[in-house]
């Protein structure tokens, strides 16, 4: 291709991007996108083609709201009996189908109805490509405290107006930022009861981060917030050498941040040691948390026993990694894969039961086996074989789930490893009174059927990978 048929060739290209950029999105907009390479374009309709593709994102994740919608209903599922709770069923087929742990299916559910029902100024704004997912989520979810607590219609459009023209400038953290302040003016009883209604929903989640990282989050009030931070930042200091380390280093980051304000000219550079010292000071504070978790561990070893084992840590690793012969990473449970001079550091200070797994499959063979009450080698095995709760992307851990017959007791089900199997006990109860049904297999592998005739397999776990 010639210089010049390239330069028209990008010309046009170009031109059908920066239309459809104008256009409102839809299907005919789409397929015109589909059919261009971006790398064919010029530097700046490449950038065009980009903000073209999130205008029709927009689009797209309007009609998925509806799709969500259309499954879960316009309102809450509700309560069949004393068993089951609300959105249940339709919860659980939204995250099969999507793959999505329930929480986050919930978190899906109730966005798709706020924006469908209560903010249709968002909707049309996301469906006409004006504003991201992201804008759409944070205003729904903002609001959404306050129409739980009975704000006028009035007061629901102005705080939603002010959002979304907040919106065509701002990030959505930004705009998250803004709509709390908007309604503590606007609706300031509806703001009043949306804080105690939070506060019922404080919780504390624990997510992996890369290189054998992971990070815990509490959602707290503010003031127990501060309170655990006190506990953190006192403990940090008992020991006298970390104390006087941290004094140390506290004062070294107080001076360096009071020659940075005495001399404006070196503002705007970045202080490496300055970030080390933080880091650092960070870091004691991690070490102080963690102290704390593993003190009380040690005082109450003999109490709350899971499956009549006290809470432990599960490491998986190999016979030659662990003698040294080898650096095989090992396994983490709940986690995933560690290296193996950190876990060899876990072993030298553990207490350990063998269990015996297939080298090829990773299958758990054998602890023990065989009355309705299962033998503790059967729970052992049931709990190590499973990790988590059998029901699909559930990561309710096996040591806090309920022990379930596949095939009820009163139905001629064996107390055996291919019958049985750990259930968190939310899925243990929609399986025994929601209408979803197990099937399980010798191999610990299982398959369910949803009310609505949907079949969801679920893969026996390897013992040598993270669930």
Known sequence: MSATHNDLHHDFAGEKVAHVLQSAPGIDSLVILA????????????????????????????????????????????????????????????????RLSGSVAQQR????????????????????????????????????????????????????????????????????SKIKALIAKIAPEEFESAVSQATERRSVDCYPQANGMAQIVALLPAADAQVVMLAIE???????????????????????????????SKSHFIDREAIAIQLRLDALRADALTQIASDYLKRTSDQALAHGRPVTLHLTMDLPTMLGLDE?????????????????????????RKFISDPVSGELLDVGRSSYHPPQALKDFLTTRDQVCRFPRCRQPARVSDIDHALAWESDGHTSQANM?????????????????LQSFPDGSCEWSSPSGKKHFVPARRMDEAV
């Open 421 to 437: 199997g750990m259930l968190c006990r939310r899925h243990h109860q929609m399986k025994t009174h929601g209408g979803w049904e």
């Open 109 to 176: 559910i109730d966005v798709a109805r706020i924006l469908t029902q209560n903010l249709p100024g968002t909707t049309s704004a996301l469906a006409n490509g004006e504003i991201s997912l992201g804008h759409a989520n944070v205003i729904a979810k903002e609001c959404a405290e306050i129409i739980r607590a009975g704000a006028t219609d009035q007061q629901i459009r102005e705080v939603e107006n002010l959002a979304l023209g907040y919106s065509e400038f701002h990030t959505p953290t930004q705009v998250a």
């Open 234 to 264: 006192k403990l940090a200091r008992l020991n006298k050498e970390t104390q006087r380390e941290a004094d140390r280093l506290q004062k070294r980051l107080d001076e360096r941040k009071l020659n940075q304000i005495r001399d404006s």
């Open 35 to 98: 059919a261009i390479d971006p790398f064919s374009l010029s530097s700046p309709s490449r950038i065009d083609y980009l903000g073209a593709l999130e205008k029709q994102s927009g689009w797209l994740q309007s009609l998925l709201q509806n799709a969500i919608i259309a499954v879960a209903g316009e309102q809450p599922g509700k309560s069949t009996d004393i068993f089951s709770g609300v959105d249940d069923a339709e919860r659980e087929e939204i995250a099969t189908t999507l």
């Open 328 to 352: 095989n990473p090992g396994i983490l449970k709940g986690y995933g894969a560690i290296p193996a001079r950190v876990a060899r550091e876990l072993a030298a200070d553990a207490s350990w």
